[in-house]
């Protein structure tokens, strides 16, 4: 029955040697102190004493997230910026024997290049250039640490404190610059609503003036359809009148129709031509038929004679 305590022994040995390895994680196995090789996801058998798991190794992003550090600018200021740096292990072998401690390595070498990328850049370069120095340390970052077995993915700045006084300043000067923008925009707006204003009152004057201009050419046409009608019709009457074949004695009764008229009843003095007045003479009957030139007042008719009262007249 002696062989009854071997296989418990190696049953034992059975059980302690398989080990499972997880998803997305590597073992680094050592043989009698030496590397030996890596074990990946699955199941595998540790012989026990003579091989060993020097260290285990997740290969998933991992992200560093460093403490403010201060850095002084090329223009001589001192600010506080703080890193998170997103890097994987991509060689579990380098990762393990590369470095002592790959994430404190990786820790101070972020720092240092901080402060050699932002002593190269003023105040305020660094604080509008934060792409630029992104871009330059995992660049910088990358390339060290592939000795290590790390990839670094990205690195961003997730804060930049400058001193107190810069800070006010900064404050001072973002006021100022809202202000001027606000007093921009006012005179803009002001600007626009004179020009507006001018626009429409320019446009107002040119529809009235062609509103007038409108006017005085409907009244001019107007008038000069009247004088127009007026003129037919006196050519027409003269048209008629010749056509009748007028008497001597109808056109002087017209010309002293022609005076009465330009008198139209007012004190008016008319010199009338010497050939005119003999037309009269020669035509003294028609005159007196129609009762031109009668301004003479009838005499005043003599007083009645007085009678004598004998009975009253003294002997």
Same mark, same amino acid.
């Given at each position: @029955? ?11 040995? &059975? ?13 680094? =196995? ?41 850095? =002084? ?40 290049? &901080? ?6 850049? !003023? ?37 930049? =404190? ?11 000067? @973002? ?34 003036? !062609? ?31 010749? !056509? ?6 109808? &056109?002087? &009764? ?5 005076? =009465? !008229? @330009? ?53």
């Amino acid at each position: @029955m002696f062989w009854i305590p071997i296989l418990i022994i190696v049953v034992i040995i &059975l059980i302690v040697g398989i080990k499972i390895v997880p998803q997305a994680t590597e073992y680094v =196995i050592e043989r009698l102190g030496k590397y030996n090789k890596t074990w990946s996801a699955g199941i595998h058998f540790l012989i026990p004493i003579i091989d060993r798991i020097s260290k285990k190794v997740t290969l998933k992003e991992q992200f560093l997230d460093s403490p403010p550090q201060p850095v =002084i600018t090329k223009d001589n200021v001192t600010m506080q910026i703080d890193t998170v740096v997103f890097f994987r292990v991509f060689d579990s072998n380098l990762y393990t024997y590369g470095a002592v401690n790959p994430i404190s390595a990786l820790e101070n070498l972020t720092a240092t290049t &901080l402060r050699n990328i932002v002593g190269e850049l !003023e105040l305020d370069d660094t604080l509008t250039s934060r792409d630029t120095i992104n871009g330059k340390m995992t660049n910088i970052l990358d390339s060290a640490t592939d000795q290590w077995g790390i990839k670094v993915n990205r690195v961003e700045l997730k804060n930049i =404190i400058p001193p107190t006084e810069i800070q006010n300043a900064m404050e001072k000067q @973002m006021k100022a610059e809202r202000d001027r923008r606000e007093t921009l925009l006012e005179a803009e707006g002001h600007r626009a609503a004179v020009i507006t204003r001018a626009e429409g009152d320019k446009q107002a004057m040119v529809l009235q003036a !062609e509103g007038e201009r409108d006017a005085r050419i409907a009244r001019a046409e107007g008038e000069a359809k009247a004088i127009l009608l007026a003129k037919e019709a006196e050519a027409a009457g003269l048209k008629a009148l010749k !056509e009748v074949n007028p008497t001597q004695a109808l &056109l002087e &009764l017209k010309k002293y129709e022609a005076l =009465i !008229e @330009m008198s139209n009843g007012v004190a008016s003095k008319i010199i009338v031509p010497t050939d005119a007045v003999n037309m009269t003479k020669n035509n003294v009957i028609f005159s007196e038929t129609a009762g031109i030139g009668d301004v003479t007042s009838p005499a005043k008719k003599a007083d009645p004679p007085v009678k004598e009262d004998v009975c009253c007249d003294d002997n």
